[in-house]
């Protein structure tokens, strides 16, 4: 397959083995539909303006990724580029052009925001998934996470942000956002995204995440009543996952009771594959406390990560079907 920028030649080197960083963005740069993520950006793009000329049109969603896979500020990535070569290849700069700085950064991150473009790369992932059969099945899986929010009071508004909220999981009181997942259940890939304050319960947020040709839903102990909220699907078959002090009641329960705890096992077995795409985001690409202000900045971050994470998730498949 061709890159569009560049090759990747990392110059004179006695050695030929690739530091894992560099077969990341390699394996990323193979599945990365760059063309129609430069579609959907272009009309939004400077053209023709007084004073420097824009960088490549290609280079800066480019850079955006680049920030999301290795949890980068605006001022982080502009210090990368200096300070990392493969990092400037990636992008397709030279080691004596100019180079994007944070302003540059920041304002393709407003665009993106503006326009909602965010949600839009996530369906050109997904369309492109779907193309190569990836995302063809009827059964999901719905679940949310917590995502922390910074509680500090030590900014100009002296407030902490207004539209996250203190929810609580366990014992412990959090200061956090949510984010809504609807996920294929065979293979974990994320078709719908939403992001609310972390006190909104999860089963509110239901029928945001389904497309409505569902056949079966998986979902743990937190969407229990689902299917008797106004709405609901009746064609829906719910697979909810039953509540942590019932099930240890099946213990004594005797041989239906160890039925039903199978039942369980399957439940939890298939209702797994949502959280993969949460540990791709958290581990992979780092993404554990929000970095900005508002849900709506915020949401458009989430649902780019969930964009990647599937490119991730799906890369061997991809490859080997562009091979």
Known sequence: MKHSIHQYSFGFSLSVRKTRNAIFLD????????????????????????????????????????????????????????????????????????????STILRLRHRLEKYNLADKILAEVNAILSEHGLMLKEDRAV?????????????????????????????QWYFDMKAHIGVYADSSLVHTVRCTSGNVHDITQVHRLLHGHEKNVWADAGYQGVEKRPGADEHVTWHVAMRPGKRKALKSAGVLGELLDKAEKLKAGVRAKVEHPFRVIKRQFGYVKTHYRGLKKNAAQIATLFALSNLWMARRDLMEAQA
């Open 27 to 102: 394996e990323m740069d193979h599945v990365m539909p760059w063309s129609r993520l430069v579609d959907l950006i272009a009309p939004h793009y400077p053209a023709g303006r007084t004073g420097r000329p824009p960088f490549a049109l290609e280079t800066m969603p480019r850079t955006h990724c680049l920030q999301q896979w290795f949890n980068l500020s605006d001022q982080a990535m502009k210090e990368a580029f200096f300070d990392t070569p493969l990092y400037r290849e990636f992008v397709g700069l030279a080691d004596n052009e100019r180079l994007p700085d944070e």
């Open 143 to 171: 679940d949310a996470t917590l995502i922390a929010a910074p509680s500090s009071t030590k900014n100009n508004e002296k407030t902490r942000d207004p539209e996250m909220h203190s929810s609580q999981k366990g014992n």
